[in-house]
């Protein structure tokens, strides 16, 4: 596992844009709680795969109000 630090979202869309073909996916599966701006997550280091090109947070909402999901950018295989 490589070391990632979590990047804004306008980031990761550079990166997939740059990438030929990269696709976005779940990093993970968990929720977390949304603080009402991306930057608490902002330069946090988590675990990745070597195809994992960019981690970054999205808000989203449910029923139960808003969360912060974790995203990534992922090279094809």
């Not at 990761?12 to 991306?38: L, P, R």
Request: glycine share 6%.
């Amino acid at each position: 596992m490589n070391k990632m630090t979590v990047v804004s979202k306008s980031a990761a869309m550079q990166i997939k844009d740059s990438t030929k073909e990269s696709i976005i996916m779940k990093y993970c599966n968990g929720k977390y709680e949304w603080y009402g701006s991306a930057k608490h997550y902002i330069g946090k280091e988590v675990d990745a795969s070597p195809d994992v090109l960019a981690v970054f947070i999205e808000r989203r909402q449910d029923r139960h109000g808003s969360y912060a999901r974790m995203m990534c950018v992922v090279k094809p295989s």
